[in-house]
């Protein structure tokens, strides 16, 4: 297997990158390519001593103030255009990147084109539950307005992804909503409630956003504005409880016991809510293997994500999403 990381993407790039492409590959036999500047990623390899580890030159870099659009039009030689290219001509089972979500998606649409029978491509997303196994959003960001059968195809692929990547057998479905009843929500949600009712997959129903943390389901559907939104708000909530519980035990003041087993428990919940620990989120629906790293992703994020790659590729993901497209079609037309 070929794995091309994008070692210009994100704000610690090019050192996290190298860094999690050094750990990763310590513990795989898979391939691992790094696209970049020249002038820029050889230096940090070679500082870190960077072994067995590929390099191929990208001369420009798309950057996240750019329009999506025009940039994958107008910077062929750009580490995301270049590498989706490679990925689309088989010279790559999977392509990684920190960049510019915007250019990722355009270019994934553009370049790789979508799944037939999928209308929407989706960015999933990891959303950590305390305590448990974490779920899937889907849509986090990607769609802002949709139809009934784009939350239809969103809940078919995150089933997918969270069976065939995670490992977790027939995924709890759920639709986010603003009640728990059938007949609560929006005329999108109502429709889209009645579309998952009738596909095969373990649809548990409305749930409301409070709950989502208790791990009422494995896959969370939304649209990409609302599930974007509670996204971030869980981000900030979380990183948020964490700073104010170490400040006001600082603050009181603790015997070393104490803190010490203060200290270790943070830790702990840091660990299940740090979206590092499970890698990228995957932009499904086009064809081919295509992980978006955080923005501020650090060398345990993007070894993380190097080896959530193996699963996804190995476990034919794309295809599976292909192969399902006739079931929807099916729905739809019922």
């Known amino acids: 297997?070929?794995?091309?990381?994008?070692?210009?993407?994100?704000?610690?790039?090019?050192?996290?990158?190298?860094?999690?492409?050094?750990?990763?590959?310590?513990?795989?036999e898979h391939e691992i390519i790094l696209i970049g500047r020249e002038d820029v990623?050889?230096?940090?390899?070679?500082?870190?001593?960077?072994?067995?580890?590929?390099?191929?030159?990208?001369?420009?870099v798309i950057t996240n103030d750019e329009a999506p659009v025009?940039?994958?039009?107008?910077?062929?030689?750009?580490?995301?255009?270049?590498?989706?290219?490679?990925l689309k001509n088989g010279e790559a089972d999977v392509f990684l990147s920190a960049g510019s979500t915007g250019a990722l998606l355009a270019g994934g649409l553009f370049i790789l084109g979508r799944v037939q029978g999928i209308d929407r491509p989706s960015l999933a997303a990891i959303y950590p539950v305390i305590g448990s196994s974490p779920s899937l959003l889907i849509d986090a960001g990607a769609n802002t307005e949709c139809k009934p059968n784009n939350l239809l195809e969103f809940a078919t692929m995150g089933s997918i992804y969270m069976e065939k990547v995670m490992g977790l057998e027939n995924p709890r479905v759920g639709l986010l909503n603003n009640g728990a009843e059938e007949n609560k929500g929006t005329t999108l949600t109502k429709a889209a409630h009645e579309l998952l009712a009738k596909s095969s997959l373990n649809f548990v129903g409305n749930v409301e956003a409070r709950y989502l943390q208790d791990g009422v389901c494995?896959?969370?559907?939304?649209?990409?504005?609302?599930?974007?939104?509670?996204?971030?708000?869980?981000?900030?909530?979380?990183?948020?409880?964490?700073?104010?519980?170490?400040?006001?035990?600082?603050?009181?003041?603790?015997?070393?016991?104490g803190a010490l087993f203060l200290s270790k428990e943070l830790k702990n919940i840091k660990v299940e809510l740090d979206y590092t620990e499970y890698g990228g989120a995957p932009i499904l629906g086009v064809k081919?293997?295509?992980?978006?790293?955080?923005?501020?992703?650090?060398?345990?994020?993007?070894e993380k994500t190097i080896l959530k790659a193996i699963p996804y590729v190995e476990n034919s993901v794309v295809e599976t999403i292909q192969n399902s497209t006739i079931e929807l079609e099916e729905i739809l037309q019922s």
């Open 1 to 28: 297997m070929r794995i091309l990381v994008d070692a210009m993407g994100g704000d610690n790039a090019p050192f996290a990158i190298v860094e999690g492409a050094i750990a990763a590959r310590k513990q795989i």
């Open 41 to 60: 990623v050889l230096p940090a390899m070679k500082k870190h001593k960077a072994k067995d580890i590929e390099f191929v030159d990208a001369t420009e």
């Open 70 to 86: 025009k940039a994958v039009r107008s910077k062929k030689d750009s580490s995301i255009v270049k590498g989706l290219n490679m």
């Open 218 to 257: 494995d896959v969370i559907v939304s649209d990409g504005f609302t599930g974007n939104a509670v996204l971030k708000v869980t981000e900030g909530m979380g990183l948020m409880i964490l700073r104010e519980l170490k400040r006001r035990f600082t603050k009181n003041g603790m015997t070393k016991m």
């Open 288 to 302: 081919g293997a295509l992980l978006k790293m955080h923005g501020s992703a650090d060398e345990v994020a993007v």
